[in-house]
């Protein structure tokens, strides 16, 4: 019997991707950073042991994999090719251990950490002073974001018990290869589940990566140095076709994409969502790193932490020169003992999904799902 082929890192992140989208999306927009999340976990499951390690390690990797692929992964899509002659895309990634000052640290956790982009240490006044902890990290993530994300943590999300926060923060900037002509914006109907509406439809006409297959449309739209944009329209209702796409059905349409002249007509984007990933993450089985019997190890040998929560926020943008994109991901920990042929023309007129991408690893930068634009 003839073994299946191994999965590689790109779709064990896929399938990342997909869970976590069905465990955060509800019926209307949504928008998150895969690529936030997953190294905001990645640097949690690399401070854990034992089975706290286990959990993470199974969402983000498989259950028999190893994190350090995903992390590869995830520091190869942290640059962006610069070309000359075109607006440079802008792409700034930082990973800090937020930590109190008398917590002591085991440094081959403080190596790991610095492999990571921009990854460090800064101290916080967690038990002296929470809510100026709390604005030390908001304002860190406010300059990696261009003031997208100002307030990550929300009063009172940091308290007297909070002993170490690992943040992660990403900025993405990037003008379209083939820009779509503002003169040619105009108002037309978008057909959502709530009625339709008249919206702002950018419009293109160009030779671009097309792809039909098992009952969905992709077009692939290139930007600036390596990152690109996914549309993703279904034949039906994207309430009941997205149920049953997931990484190998988009590894698929991948698979078979060409180029075909594309008369795109697009909405622009404008999405934010804010999200306490705790319940999601218990739903795809990471649970222990919540309970006072975590095992947090390898971050800190002589305190017993669990992990309080995990806070995530995200803003796209997409219009007619490119996309701008931020979002930043908080594992703030408590002590353990507190808890080609003719034109095809695609008019995304009705709810589609959006996906940002890094073009040479697959990593996702942004998932988002348009239903009210």
Known sequence: MTKPKPRGPERDHLRFCFALHRAVSGKGDSCFSPYSVASALGLTSQAAAGETARELVGLLAGTDADVTKQAELLRAAATLEQPAHREPPVLEVSNTLW????????????????????????????GTDPDGARRAINADVAETTRDLIPELLQPGSV????????????????????????????????HSPSGTRRVPMMHLSERL??????????????????????????????????????????????????????????????????????????????????????????????????????????????????FEGAAATAVTMRLAAM???????????????????????????????????
């Open 99 to 126: 930590a109190a000052e008398d917590l002591p640290l085991n440094e081959d956790f403080l190596g790991q950490l610095a492999a990571w982009p921009n990854g460090g240490v800064k101290p916080a006044p967690f």
């Open 159 to 190: 308290g007297a018990d909070t002993v170490a926060s690992l943040v992660n923060a990403l900025y993405l900037k990037v003008a379209w290869l083939h820009p779509f002509s503002e003169h040619s914006t105009k108002p037309a109907d978008f």
């Open 209 to 322: 990566s097309y792809a039909a297959h098992d009952g969905w449309q992709l077009v692939e739209l290139p930007g600036v140095g390596e990152a690109n944009a996914l549309v993703l329209l279904p034949d039906k209702d994207l309430a009941d076709a997205e149920s049953t796409l997931d990484e190998d059905g988009l590894a698929k349409l991948l698979s078979v994409k060409a180029q075909r002249q594309v008369r795109l007509s697009m909405p622009k984007v404008d999405l934010e969502m804010r999200a306490e990933l705790k319940p999601a993450l218990a739903g795809l089985g990471v649970r222990s790193m919540f309970r006072p019997d975590a095992d947090f190890t390898p971050l800190t040998p002589d305190e017993r932490l669990c992990v309080d929560d995990v806070v995530h926020q995200s803003v796209l943008r997409v219009g007619e020169q490119g």
């Open 339 to 373: 808890i080609g042929g003719d034109p095809v023309d695609l008019v995304l007129d009705r709810p589609f999904l959006l996906l940002v991408r890094h073009a040479p690893t697959g990593v996702v930068y942004f998932f988002a799902r348009v239903v009210e634009p």
